[in-house]
């Protein structure tokens, strides 16, 4: 203020004396200074003396940093200045991302001992198409650009579920044989699945409480010898053959887990047999009969009901 009231209106309309006594003022180096000074240079005070800013100081993304009386300012950059704020070492976090890849299929199964559940659930990504979208311009120009058509997925899905038999009768010559707890333990070999010596009509029975789909049965023995067998279903008047009838047992000829499998009948009615009541039943029929070597013997079986 007094320097203005003294006509000077600019601060570049200042002129220092070099040669007054300042070391009185703590300032010992001010005409060396200025005598070194070109313009656009930067002049702070460091402790008792004068300095001069390096030419190249504050390149890049710094900041001049006052440290307080008595310490020299400081060019400091992002980092810096960072640690000046938060009093903490500046930290560089890498985030690792991570994409799993789409699940387009999912099939899962539960082992049907205890009987289980088989689910299948589908996602089908249709291919893309692309297709020219055209038009005519002025003069009969066409222009064409190609467009690319995704459809929408589509999901299906599909279960059966595996559950014990409600009924399992052996019939020999018309003495029929309640085996239900036999068919739904694992005992080995304790399903007569035929007669020590068949004849016709002997039979197997099935039965389920409610309608079901095909049949799992663990073949113990496998039969040796020469017979057939009709697989048939009661219609509420009569036993009639099952319909599409795949018989992986081959009349009960090999081992391991085999599957019979059919069409489940539109009539199918509920029956008794061996005084089981309110089962829908199937029965393994024998139609032919010639010789027998071995008979055929299961350990377990189990009712499949398709959703």
Known sequence: MSLLTRGINKLSQLEIDTNKDWQSKEIANLKAIAS????????????????RLTADAGKGYNFLRSRGPGLSPVWQDIESLVQYMTGAVNRAAAFDLSIPPPAISQVSQQASS????????????????????TQTGPGGAVDSSPSLDIPAPSVSGKAAIGAPLS?????????????????????A?????????PAVDDAYYFG???????LEIRMGTAGIGTWDIAWEYWNGAGWVSLADVV???????VTGTRLVSFTRPPDWAQTIV????????????????????????GT???????Y
């Open 300 to 306: 377990r079986a189990f009712t499949w009901i398709n």
């Open 208 to 214: 389920k409480s409610s309608l079901w789909d095909w």
């Open 274 to 297: 061996s005084g089981i009541a309110g089962l829908y039943w199937i029965r393994a029929r024998v139609s032919a009969y010639t010789s027998i070597v071995t008979q055929p013997k």
């Open 189 to 197: 070999n304790d399903m007569t699945l035929l007669p020590v010596t």
């Open 247 to 253: 018989d992986n047992t081959s009349g009960f000829r």
């Open 114 to 133: 205890p009987p289980g559940r088989v689910a299948t659930g589908l996602l089908s990504p249709p291919e893309p198409e692309i297709s020219l979208d």
């Open 36 to 51: 070194g000074m070109a313009h656009g240079d930067v002049v702070f005070r460091g402790g008792s003396i004068l300095q």
């Open 167 to 187: 009924g399992a009768v052996a019939d020999d010559g018309g003495v029929q044989t309640d085996e239900t707890v036999e068919a739904n333990n694992d005992t």
